[in-house]
């Protein structure tokens, strides 16, 4: 990938406008997981050791476009920023016809949001984001896959554009992942339905060696080979798709496994009790909600034989002590392979931090939208404008 890095520019004196993404949790005010602040540190204290005068701005929630609401203010942001940093960060409110900000100095921005006209990415309003800088740096992976002012809009129009370490890492390691990766490729995909992940599993059965399907996802699939599913979420909609992904891989020489045994209950509840069923065995009144021990062993066996692992969605309701099981088995394969591995996706989160390996992970992606996105090799449309940007920049 071919862009300006804000690491490779001279940043002293400069106006320097960050992207970030912090799109935090927040409660009575106060940030309650600072995961995505603590992130983007790197980038702020290198751009302030560098002596830019730094402007920061974010989107957070989703308040109605064009209006302020405390709610969603940034507020808490800054104070959270502010304790990390070690120093003041000034939180502006009116910033769009510029900001009074000096080399060392750290301001934030209120909500883009609040601007109407950004989400579709109104041209006007691009502009005067980008009228703030001299640098414009973009480090928010998880909106590089929309096209709205704050994000593309403001690369395409501002004086030098450039990724951030953090835009660039993120980008690296799914480079790494998906374009050069180490055989054999293995993508997991779990989660709830086929219909949200549909693209993304047709273009992994081109992209891998190897596709393993979980949860909601893999019930469509045990459906579509003639297996008795009971109550179990699935979609009969779909099961022609799915019966057509399975001659693709035959065609391809390879399969997508269907579990050979699961974990089913006759009612979706926290602590409904949990029952080991072949596949074959499944009854009209049970529903699947995890994979069963031998399944949980194979995909394990795979996992370890893996060179690159792509991991994208629980293989069972993990939320449910019962049947957490097969999610944590491939979380601890995950942990415990050698292969170069790579999760992203919400729920995907939650479960590598439940079960504690985020430090066996080689990469955990941030953005869930834009991971998917990129893993179906759709261009992310702020990264295309850095691209373009930098070819105008070199010519
Ligand atoms: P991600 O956010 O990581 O992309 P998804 O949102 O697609 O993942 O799916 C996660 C959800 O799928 C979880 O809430 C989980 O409980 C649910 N799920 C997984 N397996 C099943 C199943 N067999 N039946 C019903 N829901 C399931
Ligand atoms: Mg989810």
Redesign the pocket.
Known sequence: MSFLRMEDLDLAGRRVLIREDFNVPVEAGTVTSDQRIVAALPTIELALEREAAVILMSHLGRPVEGEFDPKFSMAPVAECLAGHLGREVRLVSDWLDGVDVEPGQVVLCENVRFNAGEKKNDESLARRMAALCDIFVMDAFGTAHRAQASTEGVVRFAPVACAGPLLANELNALEQALDDPERPLLAIV????VS??LTVLEALLERTDQLIV??????TFIAATGHEVGK??YEPDLIDQAQRLIRLAHRKGGDIPIPKDLMVATE?APDAPAYVRKLDEVQPNE????IGPLTSADYADIIWNAGTVLW?????????KH?AGG?RSVAEAIENSKAFSIA????????ISQFDVAEGVSYISTG?GAF?EYVEGKKLPAVAMLEQRARDYNA
């Open positions: 779990g989660g709830a339905k949200t992940k979980g949860g909601g996802i893999a019930n179990s979420l979706f529903m699947i909600l995890d994208n969605g629980p293989v069972g309701v993990f939320e449910f049947f999610t992203g996706g919400g729920d995907t989160l939650a479960a869930g998917l």
